[in-house]
Every structure is written in C-alpha cells, then in structure tokens.
C-alpha cells in the first residue's frame, strides 16, 4: 500500500475532454494527465489578443503624434526665444505637445491593462489542465473522457463531480502484515526486513519496519506492522500480495525464527492477501498471514496464526469463512 497518495483533480469544475494516462501509468511531476473543455476561455483569449493588438497599433501611432508635435514645439520655443513668435503661438504648440503625451501615457495604461487581462485568462485556461503534483503511478481512474470533474477537498469531491485519477507515489509503497501478538515484542522501528511479492517468488527485496501500529487487533490477536521498500523497481504495483521475514540484531543478523511451519499447500492467495483456512469450532476461518519462503514443501509462518491450529491443507477452492467443514482427525 503506498503511504503518499491522492486524488488529482481540476481546480475547476468542467467536462473531461481528454484523458492522457490509464491504471497503471507512469508519470513524472507536472506531467499533463487530462484536459478540460475550455473553448470559451479560449475565445475570450482570443478576443483580448486582439485587443492587444489594436492597443499596440494606437499607441504606436499616438507616440508618432507626439514626436511630430514635440518637433513643432522644440521649433516654437526656439522662434519665441528669438522673439519671432507670439506668446500665444508658443503655448498652442506646448499645450499640443503636453497633451499628445498625456494621449501617449494613456494608450500605454489601455496597453497595459490589456495584458494583465490576457495573464489572467491564461491563468483560468492552465486550470483546465490536470497536472500530476508528485512522480508515480495512476492507481485508479476516477472519470471517463465526457464526465464533470472538479475540485476534492479532503478526499471528498463536491456535488456530482469527481477527481480525475488517484496517483500513488511508488517510492512510498509499503507491506502491511499482521503479527502475532506473542511475536511482536521481537519486532522494532527500523528492523531489517525482506520482502517476496507473490507474483515474483524468485526475488526478494530489502525493507525495514517503518512502524508498528499501537493497537492489537483482539480477535485475531495480531498487531500490524508497516513494513516500508529500502530498494523497489517498476515490477511492484500497489496492492500485491507479498511475504515478509524479519531479521534481529541480537541474532547477528540472522531471521528470526517463525511461530510455526505449514504445509506450502495450505497457503492461499485471497484478493492479493496470502492466507490460510483455519479450522475453529468446526468452520473455516480465513486468517492472513506472513510466510517466508518454502524449503522442502514445508512454509514458515511469522504472523497471522499459533502453534496447534488446524489448518486446511487440501480442499476445494470454493471454501470461505463460516463454512462448516469436518476434518480426517474428525472422521477418525
């Protein structure tokens, strides 16, 4: 199960138009999961380009107006220096230059508030993309091409949209098992662990135990322990079944020794859980366990069940928890 998840969603509502990534895809942070319908905003971007253009055309030509009218003025005051033009020939040509300015001053205001609206619409546009937020790998898809999605807040989407996906990062995947209780003061934070997913028996991986919950299970009489990756690769998805061994400093490094033994025949792989089927009180009891590897047909069992339980080591695969069952030591 990976400790770091989450449910990627629009900071918009809208309809889904594209959907770039499936179950199962690899991505990178900031890489473009899907789409929005935004052909409005689009067409409003359209229409502000414009009008920065149009803005940039009259501020051109109102600066040319004011380079031809400054010229006339530069010449005025120099005639009324020499006294060859009237006083007030002198201030029609300052009171043209002055206000050609003021035209030039605010062509660049219009220029400049076009812009920022431009910054701003492009800002709304960027909201119809769905972008991962973290490296990993789509654990689920949430929405299909054609549905509303929108905003999750605490997990939870609002109303009758959704999130996008549910992205796991890979690198915080980690092994939940159930120890015995009799077995778990042997067990610390930081413990050194190896881990052999079900779907690859051939291959071990290094782990540690990153935490052991502070509360028992009392039914079963296991308490849970996260065992986190030291090394992963792209073979290992979220949810596999695994098996995991402990190994103690205070036997140099040696694993530790298991609560008991099995037939490997007994050992079942229910909905990617590795369990048995135990015998109490004449029905089956489905019980999840952590096994190491088997030697001789025989599987060590760290956690999930005690020495002198009777387990189901042939039977048919439609057997489940409640069901009544007899024994051969029954029949005897």
Do not use: W
Request: aromatic share 4%; charged share 30%.
């Amino acid at each position: 199960m990976p400790k770091v998840k989450a449910a990627v969603s629009p900071r918009v509502a809208g309809q889904l138009i594209e959907l770039f990534v499936d179950v199962g895809s690899r991505v990178k942070a900031g890489d473009l999961l899907g789409r929005l319908a935004n052909d409005d905003l689009r067409a409003q971007e359209r229409q502000i380009e414009a009008e920065i253009a149009s803005q940039k055309a009259l501020l051109e030509e109102a600066r040319g107006n004011m380079e031809d009218l400054k010229l006339d003025f530069e010449r005025h005051e120099n005639l009324y220096q020499a006294g060859a033009v009237s006083p007030s020939s002198y201030e029609a040509a300052r009171t043209a230059y002055r206000a050609a300015e003021a035209r030039v001053g605010s062509a660049e205001a219009r220029l400049e508030n076009a812009r920022a609206m431009l910054e701003v619409m492009m800002a709304e546009i960027e909201k119809t993309y769905i972008r991962a937020p973290f490296d990993g790998a789509i654990l689920r898809k949430e929405a299909e091409v054609g549905e509303i999605v929108g905003p999750v807040y605490g997990g939870e989407a609002g109303g009758d949209v959704s999130a996008l996906v549910t992205l796991c990062d890979m690198s915080s995947l980690e092994i939940e098992v159930d120890v015995n209780e009799a077995y778990i003061s042997r067990l610390r934070e930081g413990m050194e662990a190896s881990i052999v997913l079900d779907a690859l028996p051939g291959h071990s991986y290094p782990g540690e135990v990153r935490k052991i919950v502070p509360t028992a299970d009392r039914q079963k009489a296991t308490v849970q322990v996260k065992v986190a990756f030291r090394e992963i690769d792209d073979r290992v998805l979220p949810e596999m079944g695994a098996k995991v061994s402990f190994y103690g400093e205070e036997e140099g490094g040696a694993q530790l020794e298991p609560v008991v033994s099995i037939p490997a025949s007994a050992i079942r792989v229910v909905e990617g859980k590795t369990v048995v089927l135990a015998v109490e009180g004449g029905k089956v009891s489905v019980k999840q366990i952590t096994a190491g590897h088997v030697v001789a047909g025989m599987a060590p069992v760290f956690s999930g069940i005690s020495p002198g339980e009777t387990v189901i080591v042939r039977g048919p695969e439609s057997l489940g928890e409640g069901q009544r069952v007899r024994t051969a030591a029954d029949e005897e």
